[in-house]
Every structure is written in structure tokens, then in C-alpha cells.
């Protein structure tokens, strides 16, 4: 039996189109023609031919893509043939081609992927084509496209079998095209002022850098366990102590937490340092990088999100969180400090009792009651220290960092602050963080002495900066989900 052949229980697993494909498979292959072969580079894409039009016309052109649509006329037929850059009309007619050559294109199917040369011309209705005069097959399509009619709509499809989106839904391709645009101008603002693109480890002795639950792995050569990397920051500020005084990194994170229309386990970050700077400076910093993105991406800073308008322009309006937490939920800081268990209580918060403290009733207060109010681009500043290990205290308020977080449609976009540079505080900070593992709080900092030594040899005044790269690119694309705006998210296997 050849390989292209089916034996029964095969057939029985197929649908009947599959099965037609699979026999036209079997014939191209007894009459000697390989269908996933050919000696065929295209010289010219879609959209260069319809921008260009009035250069090409009349001209010879050579175009490869797949058959999205197709209509036979007897001895003239139509199709439709997509490339990365768009669609472009193929006219075919027998006696341009032959009558070979005619009769081999009527057996091709929707989806195949096709090299044509030809030259380009516009038809009577203006249709901008291409007539063929030569044609190969380059890849067989043994399964037919979604319905043609209603493209690929559901999204259990379209995040499994992103191919087929792309294939199907051209706005889910200018997604994609977006977002490396987006990527690509970041690159462009952070280079044109001098920051050093860098690498850091993506498998660490110590997840640090963040409050998450990390993925484990195992080495077998060092016979220990690693872990994914929940961020690259304690790397990032051991390059400042070491010289390099402005530096990023863009990347994968790895959080072993929940999935959501928000949130992914394996998500793309930017982390930014520059020393002699501080959280205002990084504030600074982080409204100009997205009003310059939005700009070179959208053509405006004032982008359009889910029925809503965003301005990007800066300057962004600044809020103290204990402020906001007391504008929205009518609890003062005092309160706070003096019977969190009251107000957790009092507020509906779901907390552990054994998770209370002051530090996580104010996160739980912000997070329930004053994120959804911030549409509007705002940075929260002030955050306290007992949730902040890794910043600054606030001069005469040591209660509180130099720390903000920027939050767009409810939203944080990003965290920054002026990184704390005292080593002895930093150490009895990470003993905190380790105390509160200990009672089981898997989020926790796990104390890294490496960096302790790096630090006692000196930081200098460092601010720095993250940003959630998915949750940007969504902003950007008014995609109301982070599984709309990453190519292969994360899903449970079908069964």
C-alpha cells in the first residue's frame, strides 16, 4: 500500500471532503507530480501589486498563496489567492493556459497553496488581477477551510488551531502584525536613548524579582531544582552595580498562577533600569514610551478601547493609593493601621485569617474598590512598604515606597520605583518575605544572598520600570482579551 493510500479504518475517521482530497492526492501522485513540491519563488506579494499598480500593470509578476475562494465559468474561472500581505484576484482561462493546464486547476481545492506567473491587469469591474499563464501546486490541502461564509468564530478553535485564525480572520492577522510593531518601536524608544539591550537568565537557582508562584524544573547534570523565571530584576540591577547605568530586557516571564482574559503563565515583559534616576523619572519614562508607541502603531495618541476613548498624551494624572482607597471605599489609613481585621471584615474582604495584615487589607481595598474606576490613564503612587520589597522607602514616610503602578481601563499596565539600594534593609526585608513563606505564602520572596553582596558593593540611585507587553499590545489593538493578543495561549488539552 502506498503512503498516500487510506485503508479502512482510516476512511472511517475522515470526513467525506477529506476523503475526496485524499483520493485527489493519490491521483496527482500516480501521474508523477509531487504535490508539496515545486520550483517556484515568488517575486511579488498582493498588496506591493494593488499599491502599485499603475507600475505593474502589464507587467509579468509571480505570486504564491492559498486559494481562499474560488468560481469556475465554464473556461474561465476566478480565484482568490492570500499571502501575508492580502488577497489578490487570479483570472485563469483555458486557452491562455492549455487545455492541460486548465483541467488540472479545476481539481485544485480552497486551501491549497499555489505559485502563479502572469501578468497583472484590471478587470472590466475594476478588480485588480492577475491572468495566469503558469501555474504549480505547492501544497496540497488535505483538510477544507472553515466555513467560508462565516470565517472562524469560535474561540476554542481560533486559540487552539491559531493557523487556521490566521488563515480565516485577516483582522486577527493585523493583531499579530501590530503587536511586533509595537515590539519593535519600544526597541526603537529605549535605543534612541541609550539603553543597553541585555540577556538574563531564563532559568534561575532563585525565582526573585516578583511576588509569584514560580514553575520548577530539574537539572540532571547539577542534580538541583531550577526555576522558570517570574522576572529578570535582581539580574537587570546586578548589571547597574556592575557599570552598566541604563539597561532592558524584553522577554518571558513564568507565573504558576491562574489563567484569564487578563493574565497567561507565560507572558512577554519589559523591564527597564537607569541609574542616577528615580519613580519620577520612570513615571516620565513610561508615559512617553506608550504615547511614542500608540503614535508610531495607532497614528494617535488617543486610541479607541472596547466603545471607549483612552488619551495617551501626557502627562498622566498621579493618585497616592491610600487616597484612592479612601476616595472609593471610605477607608482612611488610620482605620487601616489600627484594626485591619475590623476592616477586612467590615469590607467583605476574602482574606485569610492568617494572610491579615495592613499591607494586604489595603491591596484587597484597592484591588475591590478603586481599580475599576481607573479608565483613565492614572499612575498610583505610595504604596506600602510591607508590599514593596524590592523599593525605596518614602522619606518620612517609611511606611511607604517610591513606588508606582500606571493603570489604563482598570487595568495595571506596568510597576516601577526607585529600587531600593540599602542592603541591610533590603536583607531584613527578604527575612520578612521569608517569614511569610514559612506561614505559607507561596508568593513570597525567597532570600537571594547573591544579590545582598552585589548590593553591598553599591547601587547607585536606580529608578526602574515593568510593563506587561500583552496587556499593552491589547490596549493598543482593542482586544478585550490576552488570549486575542498571544499567538499559542495556554490551554487545557482536549481530552
Known amino acids: 500500500m502506498s503512503r498516500f493510500e487510506l485503508d479502512p479504518e482510516e476512511l472511517q475517521e475522515l470526513n467525506d471532503q477529506m476523503v475526496i482530497r485524499r483520493q485527489k492526492l493519490a491521483e496527482l501522485i500516480s501521474q508523477g507530480i509531487n504535490p508539496f513540491d515545486a520550483d517556484f519563488v515568488p517575486t511579488h506579494h498582493a498588496l506591493d501589486i494593488k499599491e502599485d499598480f499603475a507600475h505593474w500593470e502589464g507587467q509579468e509578476v509571480k505570486v504564491a498563496g492559498r486559494i481562499m475562494s474560488l468560481r469556475r465559468h465554464g473556461k474561465a474561472s476566478f480565484a482568490d489567492l492570500q499571502d501575508q500581505s492580502g488577497r489578490i484576484q487570479l483570472y485563469v482561462r483555458q486557452d491562455l493556459l492549455g487545455e492541460e493546464g486548465y483541467d488540472f486547476f479545476s481539481k485544485l481545492d480552497l486551501g491549497d497553496i499555489i505559485g502563479v506567473r502572469g501578468k497583472a491587469f484590471r478587470t472590466k469591474r475594476g478588480e485588480i488581477s492577475v491572468e495566469v499563464e503558469e501555474l504549480h501546486l505547492m501544497s496540497k490541502s488535505l483538510r477544507p477551510l472553515p466555513e467560508k461564509w462565516h470565517g472562524l468564530k469560535d474561540v476554542e478553535i481560533r486559540y487552539r488551531q491559531r493557523y487556521l485564525d490566521l488563515m480565516v480572520n485577516p483582522e486577527v492577522r493585523q493583531v499579530f502584525i501590530a503587536r511586533s ?33 514560580p514553575f520548577i524544573t530539574y537539572h540532571n547534570a547539577l542534580d538541583m531544582n531550577l526555576y522558570l523565571r517570574i522576572a529578570p530584576e535582581l539580574y537587570l540591577k546586578r548589571l547597574v552595580v556592575g557599570g552598566f547605568e541604563k539597561v532592558f530586557e524584553l522577554g518571558k516571564n513564568f507565573r504558576n498562577e491562574g489563567i484569564s482574559t487578563k493574565h497567561n503563565p507565560e507572558y512577554t515583559s519589559l523591564e527597564v533600569y537607569q541609574a542616577y534616576a528615580d519613580y ?30 483612552v488619551d495617551l498624551t501626557p502627562p498622566w494624572q498621579r493618585m497616592s493609593m491610600l487616597a484612592a482607597i479612601e476616595k472609593y471605599s471610605g477607608v482612611s489609613w ?30 484587597e481595598l484597592f484591588d475591590t474598590f478603586v481599580e475599576p474606576n481607573l479608565i483613565d490613564p492614572v499612575f498610583i503612587t505610595d504604596y506600602p512598604v510591607e508590599v514593596s520589597p524590592l523599593a525605596k522607602r518614602t522619606e518620612g514616610r517609611p511606611h511607604l515606597t517610591d513606588r508606582f503602578e500606571p493603570y489604563i481601563m482598570g487595568w495595571e499596565v506596568a510597576n516601577g520605583f526607585s529600587e531600593l539600594n540599602d542592603p541591610i534593609d533590603q536583607k531584613e526585608r527578604f527575612e520578612k518575605q521569608m517569614e511569610q513563606r514559612a506561614a505559607g505564602d507561596e508568593e513570597a520572596h525567597m532570600m537571594d544572598e547573591d544579590y545582598i553582596v552585589a548590593l553591598e558593593y553599591g547601587l547607585p540611585p536606580t529608578g526602574g520600570l515593568g510593563i506587561g507587553i500583552d496587556r499593552m499590545v491589547m490596549l493598543l489593538t482593542n482586544s478585550p482579551s490576552i488570549r486575542d493578543v498571544i499567538l499559542f495561549p495556554h490551554m487545557r488539552p482536549k481530552e
Open 181 to 213: 510593531k509595537i515590539i519593535q518601536s519600544i526597541r526603537e524608544f529605549l535605543l534612541e536613548r541609550d539603553f543597553l539591550e541585555v540577556e538574563t537568565p531564563i532559568l534561575n537557582v532563585i525565582a526573585g524579582g516578583a511576588n509569584a508562584r
Open 280 to 309: 519620577k523619572d520612570m513615571m516620565e519614562l513610561t508615559e512617553e514610551l506608550f504615547a511614542y508607541v500608540a503614535r508610531r502603531v495607532c497614528g494617535t495618541t488617543k486610541i479607541e478601547f472596547q466603545g471607549r476613548t
Open 334 to 363: 488610620e482605620r487601616i493601621q489600627a484594626d485591619p481585621e475590623g476592616v477586612a471584615r467590615e469590607k467583605g474582604l476574602e482574606l485569610e485569617p492568617a494572610r491579615i495584615s495592613t499591607g494586604s487589607v489595603v491591596m
